[in-house]
């Protein structure tokens, strides 16, 4: 198989700040952006969240509005 037959995946993780243990994992196709894979990593969670940090690739109205649901 040639370099352009290959899929990059990426692996987005949710980390306790408190704990620096992951406690949430999506894979994704690197086509995939931050934002489209917010609430798949969230909602499987099922604990309360006091607070979302993340990089600049979550600053948009779409994931603003999955973590204040």
Do not use: F
């Not at 987005?12 to 994992?25: E, M, P, R, S, Y």
């Not at 969670?45 to 948009?60: F, Q, T």
């Amino acid at each position: 198989l040639g370099q352009a037959s290959k899929k990059w995946r990426k692996m987005h993780l949710a980390v306790d700040a408190n704990t620096h243990d992951i406690v949430g994992a999506h894979m994704t196709l690197s086509n995939v952006t931050d934002c489209e894979c917010l609430q798949d990593l969230l909602i499987p969670l099922r604990r309360r969240i006091d607070r979302v940090s993340a990089d600049g690739a979550y600053d948009s109205r779409r994931c603003y509005a999955e973590i204040t649901e």
